[in-house]
């Protein structure tokens, strides 16, 4: 019985043991996959920064000229030539410089009014 008991026990210790090192490499894996997804998410946090340091210089004050399809809209703003423009292409200029645009959109002064404003804050207005 003594043998019986002994064995018994040791079968008992060995499973734990082979637990506490599975569970060991479980745990290192565990951590692994912690350190893996903490670079991920450093390197998602770097490129979200250099995004919004892209997006920031691009929003600081347009340079001279500002030019849009051919379009010298500093130049047409200062001969007040803006409203000579079709329609049409006072929205693809403000559609491509990003522009929001007020009030209806049938009428080239919702257009016109942010060109305006927009060359204000032009270099070449300084």
Do not use: W
């Amino acid at each position: 019985m003594e043998n019986s008991s002994n064995h018994k026990s040791f079968f008992s210790r060995y499973r734990v043991k082979l637990r506490q090192q599975q569970l060991g490499d479980s745990q290192s894996d565990v951590e692994e996959e912690i350190a893996e997804e903490d670079m991920e998410a450093l390197e998602a946090e770097t490129n979200l920064q250099d995004l919004r340091l892209e997006v920031y210089n691009d929003l600081r004050k347009p340079e001279h000229p500002i030019e849009v399809e051919g379009y010298n809209v500093c130049q047409l703003t200062q001969k007040n030539k803006l409203m000579s423009l079709k329609l049409n292409y006072l929205k693809t200029i403000c559609d491509t410089i990003g522009l929001t645009i007020e009030g209806p959109q049938t009428r080239k002064k919702s257009y016109v009014k942010p060109l305006e404003e927009l060359v204000k804050s032009c270099t070449c207005n300084n």
